[in-house]
């Protein structure tokens, strides 16, 4: 379920070593940024397929899997943005497009508004928006904490199987295997800056092509967050995957793919 990468590699960028997989090697680059507890291992079988079509980069987002971590680092939303920035440009990337799940969605938004011409369109995978005065995101963070502890005890597929009770063996023993990397107050503080750091206001300021792909079971975006970006970035494209909740392709692999199209090398 990891996919077949044609290499994994560290490089250094915006001050800390940043791991990324590479799939594929051919055609528009992609970089994908994954979601608040999800290595980069985690997305290959995602990648594997984009890999058919685009050069493809996944990330470890700081404070997960192989990049650095630790107490002296900053996890707030702008350092994991400017750490995309930096990633594309150590790595000489020419505008690639950027696709983004949940907190990586958020990331790819900031990123994209910091450095307006790095990068030249934008996949936004179910993003939190909750925010000041807004609705809290529907998960709550023991989820994360309490998962991530057994993990660092060790935890197998079956254990797992209590928080994500919906996946294959295969997706279980993989979060089993590498969610001991997701550095809990890394975690904390991304799930305490879905409250407290609103990527509304951006949305005027992107100049990229945009798509923002709902869950249609995952709680996260409602209608009224859809007309309110909309009203923000009208030539935002919103597209629906009906029975996914918020791991899109984990509960619907192919609906993901419908749903992204040929969005990412139009």
């Known amino acids: 379920m990891s996919g077949k990468a044609l290499y994994g590699a560290n490089?250094?960028?915006n001050g800390i070593r940043q791991h990324y997989l590479r799939y594929g090697g051919k055609g528009p680059v992609v970089i994908l940024i994954p979601g608040i507890t999800s290595p980069a291992i985690t997305w290959g079988f995602v990648a594997e397929r984009l890999a058919e079509r685009y050069d493809v980069y996944v990330l470890d987002v700081r404070g997960r899997g192989l990049s650095s971590t630790g107490p002296d680092l900053d996890y707030g939303l702008d350092d994991m943005a400017a750490d995309v920035v930096g990633f594309a440009s150590a790595r000489g990337l020419s505008?690639?497009?950027?696709?983004?799940?949940s907190m990586g969605a958020r990331i790819a938004v900031r990123a994209?508004?910091?450095a307006p011409s790095a990068f030249s369109r934008l996949a936004l995978i179910d993003p939190?928006?909750?925010?000041?005065g807004r609705r809290d995101y529907p998960s709550k963070l023991p989820w994360y904490v309490d998962s991530i502890r057994l993990a660092l005890k060790g935890i197998d597929a079956e254990g797992m199987k209590a928080f994500c009770?919906?996946?294959s063996d295969e997706q279980l023993k993989l979060r089993a295997e590498w969610l001991h990397t997701c550095y809990e107050p890394a975690i904390v503080t991304a799930f305490e800056d879905f409250h407290n750091d609103d990527i509304f206001p951006d949305?005027?300021?992107?100049?990229q092509p945009a798509l923002l792909m709902?869950?249609?079971?995952?709680g996260v975006i409602g209608q009224a967050d859809e007309d309110e970006a909309l009203s923000l970035y009208p030539k935002l494209e919103i597209v629906r995957v009906p029975n996914a909740g918020h791991m899109i392709p984990w509960d619907d692999f192919d609906g993901f793919f419908a749903a992204l199209g040929d969005f990412l090398s139009r």
Do not use: D
């Open 112 to 114: 994209a508004v910091s």
């Open 95 to 101: 505008r690639p497009a950027l696709l983004g799940h």
């Open 128 to 132: 939190p928006v909750s925010g000041p």
């Open 203 to 207: 949305l005027p300021k992107l100049t």
């Open 11 to 13: 490089v250094f960028a």
């Open 214 to 218: 709902v869950a249609g079971r995952g």
């Open 165 to 167: 009770p919906t996946w």
